[in-house]
């Protein structure tokens, strides 16, 4: 299993980066999952529910996690998107 810890900088969860995040965990055979580490919540990465269920604010501090054959590309690129949404 692979993880990457994160900060969310954009405005958290809102419907577009939901959509964007699920579309592209989807595309990967891995379990995705998205957990809010201080409340201890964990959420499908697969599904858009899910990740609006989570209620994440800007400068939340998530984690990502995957777990199957393509872990590290699909933490490698879920971890992108939170960069390049500041």
């Not at 201890?40 to 609006?52: E, P, V």
């Amino acid at each position: 299993m692979k993880s990457h810890d994160t900060l969310t900088k954009h405005n958290g969860f809102n419907v577009l980066f939901a959509k964007e995040f699920t579309t592209l965990a989807s595309s990967f055979e891995s379990e995705i999952r998205v957990i809010w580490q201080a409340k201890n919540i964990i959420s499908d990465g697969k599904s858009i529910l899910g990740l609006m269920a989570l209620d994440i604010m800007k400068g939340t501090p998530i984690k990502l996690t995957a777990e199957g054959p393509d872990e590290d590309q699909a933490i490698e690129k879920l971890a992108a998107i939170f960069e390049s949404h500041e």
